[in-house]
C-alpha cells in the first residue's frame, strides 16, 4: 500500500488530471494515510501493553489497553474491507415458521437496536407493521453512524432460530426464520429517479401511531414502474414526510438492484458470498436449548447467545470482515492493477 501511495503522489502532481481524476486519486491517497496512521498506532499500543507487563503493572489497566487495541483492530479491517459507509438502511421480514417467526423478527430487530445504542449510532424507524402477539411483519429502519454500513452489511442474509415457541403447548422445539436485508443509504445526486417512472398514492395509515392515524390521507405508496419495486410509508405525519422516506428506501432498493445486477456478471471471479447481500442463503442460526450461535458462512460457533441477543454482536462481525478481506485480498489491495488501471 505504501508503493500504491507513492503512484498515487506521481499521478495527482500530473498536470493533465480532470477534476473527477483529481477527487478520486485524492479519497484513496486518503484512505491510505488513515490506514497507515491506525496501523502506528497499533503497533504503538502494542508496544506499550508489552511494556507494562514488563513493569508488572496491574490486569485492570492492561485490560483497558487491550480493549482499545481490539477497537483500533476493527477500525483498520473496516478501512481494508470492500465497501464503506456511514448510512444504512435495514429490512427485516419474517420468513417461514408463521408467528414464531415473526416474534424472532422481533427479536432481531431489537438486537440491532440495542447494537446500535452500543455504538452510538443514531436509528431511525421509517415503517414498522405488528402482529396481535407483538411480532412484527415487517419493520424498516435507518441506521446512521461511524461505518454503519461497513458493518451491517454482514447482517444481511436468512436468520434461523431454533428454540421451543411461546405458542407451543407441547414443548417441542421449532425451527423459523427471518429475512435480513441490509441496504447502503444513496443520496439524490447518485442515483436517478423520473418522475414520469413513478406511481404515487396515498391512502389512510393504519396500526399503531397515536391520533394523526385514520384522520388524513398521509400514508403513501410509491410504485417504480420500470421495476416493479413497491415502498409504502405510513410513519410520518404528514403525506410530504411519508414521501421522501419512500423515497430514500427506493433509491436504496434501486441500488442495490443495480449492485446484484453488476455481481451476478462477474460472480465467477467472486471468491466468497460474504456482502453481497444475497437472501437466499442461511447465514446464521440461532439455537436456544444449545445456548449457541453458528454463523455459517464462517463455520463460526459462539455459545454466548443472550449477551449476542442483546447486541454484542462485534465478536462474529469482526470475524466475518477478516474472513471477506482473506478472501479478497488481491482486490483489497490492489494486486496486479496500477491505481490508474483500477
Known sequence: MKEKKK?????????????????????????????????????ETQEFIELLREEGENELEIEKYEKELDQLYQELLLLLSSEVGDKAI???????GGEEAALFARDLFRMYTRYAERKGWNL????????????IREVVFFVKGKNAYGILKYESGVHRVQRVPVTESGGRIHTSTATVAVLPEIEEKDIEIRP????????????HGGQYVNKTESAVRIT??????VVSCQNERSQYQNKQTALR???ARLYQLQKEQKEREISQKRKSQ?????????????????????????NYTSYRLQEILDGDLDEIISKLIEHDIENNLEEVLGIGASVEEK
Open 196 to 207: 414520469e417512472d413513478l406511481k404515487i398514492e396515498t391512502f389512510r395509515a393504519s396500526g
Open 224 to 229: 417504480h414502474l420500470p421495476t416493479g419495486i
Open 249 to 251: 428506501i427506493l433509491r
Open 90 to 96: 435495514v429490512e427485516i421480514r419474517p420468513g417461514a
Open 124 to 135: 431511525e424507524v421509517a415503517e414498522i407493521h405488528e402482529t396481535d402477539l407483538g411480532g
Open 274 to 298: 460474504i456482502g453481497t447481500g444475497e437472501r437466499s442463503e442461511k447465514i446464521r442460526t440461532y439455537n436456544f436449548p444449545q445456548n449457541r450461535v453458528t454463523d455459517h458462512r464462517i
Open 7 to 43: 503512484e498515487i503522489e506521481k499521478l495527482l502532481a500530473r498536470p493533465d488530471l480532470t477534476p473527477e481524476q483529481m477527487k478520486n486519486y485524492g479519497m484513496e491517497y486518503a484512505k491510505i494515510e488513515e490506514i497507515e496512521n491506525i496501523t502506528n498506532r497499533i503497533k
